[in-house]
């Protein structure tokens, strides 16, 4: 369980980074997005065939189904999100997104027979507290409502993907990223091909940061996450998980030097205490 744990924070750094390494990028989001699966996708499939893993997972029908449905939700999520950004900002945008694990603790009981307690919610309330006080200051600027509409999608993609991946039971670790990751990049290349049709461009410019956004933010954070997301309560992904828009907010103000207000600072104070309050304080087994 600890190793869990340490998985999903280290893939939880590694995404709050995907704003940084994509900032330098002159590509649409599509195409960002695209790439970005592709190489990710391609980098463990390559570690999967060298380390002799196998493929016997590819037998575990119901699994597997669950597994791709958990996939084509990543790529649908993701492609929602990257549109939310153009459409309305990326703080109004997060926001929305991070509305998912709203549905996914809302929906733990009844999915996963998971008790609420009284710790989680409260934890729960402080950790969305703070992330209105982190991102909520652009709310007032308004935008298109396509693109809040696409800001609720990527929330139930979101919700989606995790609550699907913690019922693909059997497929854990490299296999399970690898199956994810993959059927997010179909999803990603079916619908880019759609919207702009196939003159996908290569960053020639900017080829460095692209490489490190598809192998290490996308590819290494994806194994993380997959890999122990299956091993911990949909209660505290949820819960934890908003510790990554809350890294988005200070890599920004320490790499890209933008300001950090007193709201900001209060609301990152609630998401990193209601996280530790609702993950640390355990009700007393006699009041169950």
Known sequence: MKTAYLKY???LVLFGLNGIVAAR????????????TLIGSAMLAAILVASRQG?????LRR???FLTAGGVSMGVSWVFLYEAYQQVGVSV???????GPVLMMLLSPILFREKLTWAKLAGFAAV???????NGGSLAQGGSTWGLVCGGLSAVGLASQVICNKKAAGITGLANATGQLLTAF??????TCVKTGFAITWPADDWAPMLVLGVVNTGAGCYFYYSSIGRLPIQSVAICGYLEPLLAVVFSVILLGEAMTVPMLIGAALILGGAAFGETIRPDRRQD
């Open 55 to 59: 493929f016997a997972f590819l037998k």
């Open 128 to 134: 969305l507290a703070g992330l209105f006080l982190v």
């Open 25 to 36: 990028i002159a590509l649409s989001s599509y195409e960002t997005v695209f790439w970005r």
């Open 9 to 11: 924070l280290l893939a």
């Open 93 to 99: 945008a997060t926001l929305e997104y991070y509305f």
């Open 186 to 191: 179909l999803t990603v290349a079916v619908f």
């Open 63 to 65: 699994s597997l189904v």
